[in-house]
T-cell receptor, first 111, second 108 residues
């Protein structure tokens, strides 16, 4: 157990819908990262937050957004969902820009 | 951006065999990690090793930062070692980039 929690574990929804994925980092970690793992793209970095502020942005679509709250948990919002958004979404946390610890992931299926 | 390659892409072993997985990267890094993704999809930290050598039980890793590669050694492999092994690097605050992985199958 990495200490990073993600909810829900599984999510099934329809095209065009909006979903919210939640992540709680390890105690004491200020950085939260979001990643997407799909069959054709592999594991890709989406976005990083550090102590509530956006720090780095990767291949995140405009339909996706994230935020980190004062209690350091983070949410990833996915809207206008498409079939191609079906993937495993991971959250990771670290103290700063060092070793990252990954949560169990949320498996999103868009039908 | 930084490129990460892993070899071999696939590896099939008999239980008890040893193996070496390789990760090459195209630029200097300040963070390198090895992960094991098990058949249930969990990403498990194996090593945080931007340089040097570390050992943990049957697993060990070496990163030669000046030559831009890292090696993961698995000795006396077990069926529970099956899964995908990923190398990931951070290029001084740039995106954390994952390699394509090595898929390992350990047969009983």
């Amino acid at each position: 157990d990495s200490g990073v929690t993600q909810t829900p574990k599984h999510l099934i929804t329809a095209t065009g819908q909006r979903v919210t994925l939640r992540c709680s980092p390890r105690s004491g970690d200020l950085s939260v990262y979001w990643y997407q793992q799909s069959l054709d793209q592999g594991l890709q970095f989406l976005i990083q937050y550090y102590n509530g502020e956006e720090r780095a942005k990767g291949n995140i679509l405009e339909r996706f957004s994230a935020q980190q709250f004062p209690d350091l948990h983070s949410e990833l919002n996915l809207s206008s969902l498409e079939l191609g958004d079906s993937a495993l979404y991971f959250c990771a946390s670290s103290v700063s820009n060092n070793e990252q610890f990954f949560g169990p992931g949320t498996r999103l299926t868009v039908l | 951006g930084i490129q990460v390659e892993q070899s071999p892409p696939d590896l099939i072993l008999q239980e008890g065999a040893n193996s070496t997985l390789r990760c090459n990267f195209s630029d200097s890094v300040n963070n390198l990690q090895w992960f094991h993704q098990n058949p249930w999809g969990q990403l498990i930290n194996l090593f945080y090793i931007p340089s040097g050598t570390k050992q943990n039980g049957r697993l060990s890793a070496t990163t030669v930062a000046t030559e831009r590669y890292s090696l993961l050694y698995i000795s006396s492999s077990q069926t529970t070692d099956s899964g995908v092994y990923f190398c990931a690097v951070d290029n001084y605050g740039q995106n954390f980039v994952f390699g394509p992985g090595t898929r390992l199958s350990v047969l009983p």
